[in-house]
Structure formats: structure tokens, C-alpha cells
């Protein structure tokens, strides 16, 4: 887990599902093979309807419709981000298409587990409704370590709720290593 | 201290006497469930961090269950299921239900209770969010990702952090136009489908002893369109009964304790509940169908883990029978076991199957078909502007294939009766 992470926020609403975050169609392709793992980050979010695509202006896709990589960093999201389906395919794409974190008031609760131990993006929640206040488009810093997230956009700052027990996860890459050194896995 | 059925099952299989809720616990896992959507990334994973050559834990717990994306001619659906076929060889899995044979089973969560999987006092993790199903067994049973199953093959062993339980308890009769699927959509739109998040949903009352399995697997199946980790509901003598019939596997039922202490109680009387949908576009936007009846449909879905069991088609048919559909009407049975009892079933000297021909509906092969829209080709797939009413169990933009449709979530009854109207009906209009 990176100390320090910089770049442009994509801004969603509240309740966005797996199938949004990535359609049921998309789901046959392998995520290893590289060719066809590339096409989780072209079709990252493709399932918003057209006017829910980067607030509050929407019809910004998160990833260029000829893209396998988004200019987005940061997702910032409502409430029950990532509810719907246990699909890992869904912070795998996130990932795939170039973005390390998702800002959330709420998570669902396999999403986020999914997020943390695949190690695909960290899943940070704001007590703050930032999608009312941060706007697509605009730059952040976030500091992983305290939580303090900068919008260098409008110069202002925000205090995230810390990582608490899921911080050693992220620290160790994913589940694995961490299961390692619990003595779950040789 | 007394404690709730899933703290049970928890601490028993972490070795403890008892967990609270909010601790992180390493558990043993009796089930792995997995399919041809998660089921070949799980393995690349597996295989990533045991080894190319490594074993499974334990290849009498592993059950593989194809069942999305079957019949289609997309080629990376197709090998994806030669990817399931070529581990279960490899590893000689004795519980692989292979796509084209007489094995083969269909929708996952139906399969696991028809082939005596889902036992009493057992932790069981599956690849799919609606594994939560299993638990109206009496079993903890919870959806995970790629990783977390990749994990548990290769171990045996999960974490989870112990979940509060809200408890939900129906008491009265149930009257003949309401089924399971008008409680479960009335939780989840009074307490919202983030309600529940990380919660554990237990079903309790006499109305819910009284229904029969297959209708508490509606109930707890649903348990995570309100963002809930487990459903639950305890074990009693119809669930030993078709446990035993299923299955000569061993168990052992554990009950909670009374006086354990629950995050919330919300106790309903089904004798005054109604007939209700989840409107477009979220499992928690509750309406009676009275304040939507009249709402023009262009089709009709009868199918999914949730609404595609063979109770759901006798409900249904019931309607149907000797009566014409004005809609579009699309039959998916959730496992080939329901398909030969829809063949094999009778009303009024017909088949079951006969009567849903005969009423105009087209007959769909045993797997999730279009309940998740699925590849381009997939049968009863929304792919334009349609307003649909479905028995399946989501209804986010674009869940049944395509982001300008519109789907109405209801029972086997209320479907059915607005498939014979083309407009939502209350089923109480055509029940007799």
C-alpha cells in the first residue's frame, strides 16, 4: 500500500451495484490472460446509466469507449458502494482500469472484502458526503497512512475513517501473505 | 452468555465455546461451492499461490456446480466451463455436476439443497452472493470472491469478523395470494438493502416454520438484497426430513440460545401483509401491488435460485392453467431435477410443463438464464426498452441485460397474474 496517492476523482451516487461496476455480459473474459484482462478496465463502471457517468455533470465515461486505462485515480461514491453480486470481477476492473482507491460512505460487505483481500483498490469510508462536494474531474492527494485527503482542486481537506483491522491486509499485499504470517498457509 | 444460532455455528468452528460479534475469527469450512463464472478465476488463483501441482484441502468438500452461462454459444462462456472440466479431472472432484450429462444440476444454490449439501450446524462458502440461501437449513452460509475461495481450497480456513443479528420474526397464517417472496421484499424495503450490511438475518416465527423449504430458501436467499451477510433460519423437522432424504452425510443441528441478545427484532403478522413488487430500479423499492397495478409489462420471467423452484411453478401454474398469457412469458426452471418434475407433475390431467405450453409461455433449460442478463444470447435476456415483471431477485439498471429496461420484482402468483393481464395484477383478482 502506497503512503501517498495522487490523481483525479470520478464521482458516482449512492447504491452502486456490481452490475454496474461491471456488467454480467463482460464476465467471460480471463482475468489473466493479459490481452483479455484489459478489457475489465475498458468496460470499469460502463454499466452506469449515461447521466450517473462521472457527477455531477455526467456522460463522462470512466474509461474512454477505444481506452483500457481511466484518467481516474479516486472512485468517490454514495452510500453501499458495491452491492449486488459476490463478482471479484468487480475491484479486479476497478484496479484494472488504473484506480487505486474508492471513497465511500458505505461499503457492501463482499465488495470490500473483496477489495482488501485481491489487494485490487483500498476501500477508504468518509463520515463526509463528498460526492456533493467533490466533483468529477477534480485532484486529490491522500495520505494512506492518516487518512487525510487533500482536494488540491478546491483546496480543501478531509479526515477518512481509518482502515482499522483491514490495514494489516492491505500492508501485506493481500490475504495470502497475510494468512502466511498467521500461520493459516506455509 | 447467551447466543445467537450463527454465533453457534461460528464458535464451533473456530474451536471456541463462544465469539462476539465484531471479533475477526479463522474458521474450518464444511462446503466450498463454486461456478463457471468465479469457479476458473478461483482456480488460477489456487494455483498462483499452492502451486501448480497443488492439491484441493479436501476434494469431499469442493463442489462445482456450472449453472451461469450454459446455453450459449459465446466461445469464453464455453471455456469456462472447459476450465471446470479439465480441474475436476485433474483432481479427480467427486462432486463436478458436468455441463451435457445426466449430472448436470443447474442453478447452484436449488442444487446444493437437492443434492444434500446444505446440512444443519455446517459453515458452507460459495462463490456467489445468494449462497446465503443455504442457510434456511440451519447452516452458516455466506458469499465470498475469487481470492477468499481460493483461500479456502487451498486451506480449509476463512476469517470472518462475527456478525450482529437482526431477527425477524412472522407470526398468523399465511394467506393463499402471498408467498415468501412478499415477506422477504417487505424486509428488505422497511429496513432498505444497506439495512442489513454486515448483519446476520434470522427467521423466526410460526409462519415461517409452516412454510415449506423451498419457501424459506426465498426467504434467506434474499438476506443480501438487504446487504446481509448470512440468512438463517433454525432447524426443525422438515428440515431434518429432507436433509435425511437428500443425503446420509452426518449432522448435527444447533439451535441459539435463549435470551441471546439480538441488534434488532421486527415482528410482522402475515395474515395482514399484502402482495407487493420492488419497483425499477432497486430490490428495496417496495409498493403494494394495488399502487402499481395497471402498469403496462412486455414480458413475464418465472425462473432464478429465487423463483424458479418447483413450488414457485405449481404457484404460478395454478393461474396459468386453462388461461392464455398476454405477454411475452418466459419459463426457467433453476435444476434439470425441477424440469423433470415439471414433466412429471400433474394438474387437471396435464403436465405441469403442458399447462405453462398450453397457457403460451416458452419453456427455458435449467441454469440462471436471464435472472443476471448473461451473454447476448442468453434465453428471456431484456435487451431493449421492456418493462418486465420477474420472480428473480435483482433489479438494478441493466441486471436482466440491458440498462433501458425496466424490472419489477414479484411472486410466482403476482407474475403469473400479470402475465395473463399484460398489466400488473393483483394475483387475489385471479386466484379462485
Redesign the interface.
Known amino acids: 500500500m502506497k503512503d501517498i496517492i495522487h490523481g483525479k476523482a470520478y464521482v458516482v451516487g449512492d447504491?452502486i451495484?456490481t452490475?454496474?461496476i461491471i456488467?454480467?455480459?463482460h464476465?467471460?473474459?480471463?482475468?489473466?490472460i493479459p490481452e483479455?484482462r484489459q478489457f475489465y478496465g475498458r468496460y470499469a463502471l460502463c454499466?452506469?446509466?449515461e447521466t450517473s457517468q462521472g457527477l455531477p455533470a455526467g456522460n463522462i465515461p470512466f474509461t474512454a469507449p477505444d481506452r483500457f486505462k481511466s484518467d481516474f485515480t479516486f472512485v468517490i461514491a454514495g452510500?453501499?458502494f458495491g452491492?449486488?453480486?459476490?463478482?471479484?470481477?468487480a475491484p479486479f476492473a476497478l484496479q484494472e482500469a488504473g484506480a487505486e482507491v474508492v471513497i465511500a460512505e458505505?461499503f457492501?460487505?463482499?465488495f470490500y472484502?473483496?477489495a482488501v483481500?485481491?489487494g485490487f483498490v483500498i476501500p477508504f469510508e468518509s463520515r463526509a458526503r463528498l460526492i456533493e462536494q467533490i466533483r468529477t474531474g477534480d485532484v486529490l492527494t491522500l495520505d494512506t497512512r492518516t487518512g487525510v485527503l487533500l482536494n488540491v482542486t478546491t483546496d480543501t481537506e478531509y479526515l477518512l475513517d481509518p482502515l482499522g483491522?483491514i490495514a494489516e491486509i492491505l500492508k501485506c499485499g493481500?490475504?495470502?501473505e497475510y494468512?502466511r504470517r498467521?500461520g493459516?498457509?506455509a | 452468555m447467551a447466543q445467537t444460532i450463527t454465533q453457534k455455528i461460528l464458535a464451533q468452528h473456530s474451536g471456541r465455546s463462544r465469539v462476539n460479534p465484531g471479533e475477526?475469527i479463522?474458521i474450518d469450512v464444511d462446503i466450498l461451492m463454486t461456478h463457471d463464472?468465479?469457479g476458473?478465476?478461483t482456480i488460477?488463483i489456487f494455483k498462483r499461490?499452492?502451486g501448480e501441482s497443488a492439491k484441493v484441502w479436501d476434494k469431499n468438500k469442493l463442489v462445482i456446480l456450472p449453472d451461469h452461462?450454459i446455453f450459449t454459444e459465446?466461445p469464453?462462456?464455453r471455456?469456462?466451463i472447459e476450465l471446470l472440466r479439465e480441474f475436476a479431472s485433474l483432481h479427480d472432484l467427486p462432486h463436478y455436476y458436468d455441463v451435457g450429462t445426466s449430472r448436470y444440476k443447474g442453478v447452484c444454490h436449488i442444487a446444493l439443497a437437492e443434492e444434500g449439501f446444505n446440512r444443519p450446524g455446517n459453515v458452507l462458502f460459495g462463490?456467489?452472493?445468494h449462497?446465503c440461501t443455504s442457510g434456511a437449513f440451519g447452516l452458516f452460509s455466506t458469499?465470498?470472491?475469487?481470492?477468499?475461495a481460493a483461500?479456502i481450497m487451498?486451506?480449509g480456513?476463512i476469517?470472518v469478523?462475527v456478525p450482529d443479528t437482526m431477527r425477524f420474526v412472522f407470526e398468523g397464517d399465511l394467506p393463499p395470494y402471498l408467498m415468501a417472496k412478499d415477506l422477504i421484499l417487505s424486509v428488505i424495503g422497511d429496513i432498505g438493502?444497506?439495512g442489513g450490511?454486515?448483519k446476520a438475518l434470522e427467521f423466526d416465527g410460526k409462519a415461517v416454520f409452516d412454510l415449506s423449504m423451498e419457501e424459506r430458501m426465498t426467504l434467506t436467499n434474499m438476506a443480501i438484497e438487504a446487504?446481509g451477510?448470512n440468512g438463517i433460519i433454525a432447524p426443525d423437522e422438515k428440515t431434518f426430513e429432507y436433509v435425511r432424504s437428500r443425503t446420509d452425510h452426518a449432522f448435527e443441528p444447533v439451535y441459539g440460545d435463549p435470551g441471546a441478545s439480538y441488534y434488532s427484532e421486527r415482528v410482522y403478522d402475515v395474515s395482514k401483509m399484502e402482495p407487493v413488487v420492488a419497483k425499477p430500479h432497486?430490490p428495496d423499492n417496495l409498493a403494494n401491488v394495488s399502487e402499481v397495478a395497471g402498469t403496462r409489462l412486455d414480458r413475464a420471467y418465472i425462473g432464478s435460485c429465487t423463483g424458479g423452484k418447483i413450488e414457485d411453478f405449481m404457484a404460478a401454474a395454478a393461474i396459468l392453467e386453462g388461461n392464455e398469457v398476454r405477454v411475452d412469458t418466459f419459463v426457467v426452471p433453476a435444476s434439470s431435477e425441477v424440469t423433470r418434475q415439471l414433466r412429471e407433475r400433474t394438474m387437471n390431467g396435464k403436465t405441469i410443463w403442458q399447462v405453462f405450453l398450453d397457457a403460451g409461455c416458452k419453456m427455458g433449460h435449467a441454469s440462471c438464464g436471464a435472472c443476471?442478463?448473461?451473454?447476448?444470447d442468453t434465453f428471456g435476456r431484456a435487451n431493449g426498452t421492456e418493462v418486465v415483471i420477474s420472480t428473480t431477485n435483482?433489479n438494478?439498471?441493466?441486471?436482466m441485460?440491458s440498462?433501458l429496461a425496466a424490472v419489477y420484482l414479484a411472486s410466482p402468483l403476482t407474475v403469473a397474474a400479470s402475465a395473463l393481464h399484460g398489466t400488473i395484477t393483483d394475483p387475489r383478482e385471479v386466484l379462485v
Request: with cysteine; charged share 25%.
Open positions: 447504491s451495484d452490475d454496474q456488467p454480467a455480459v464476465l467471460v473474459y480471463s482475468m489473466k483479455e454499466g452506469l446509466p452510500t453501499n452491492c449486488g453480486s459476490s463478482r471479484e470481477h458505505s457492501a460487505r463482499i472484502r473483496n483481500d485481491g483491522d493481500n490475504v495470502f494468512a498467521a493459516m498457509m | 475477526n479463522w463464472v468465479c476458473p478465476p488460477d499461490e499452492f452461462y459465446d469464453h462462456a471455456r469456462n462463490t456467489d452472493s449462497t458469499g465470498v470472491g475469487n481470492t477468499d483461500l487451498g486451506t480456513k476469517w469478523k438493502f444497506e450490511t454486515y446487504g451477510k432497486r443476471l442478463g448473461g451473454p447476448v435483482r438494478f439498471p441493466g441486471r441485460g440498462k
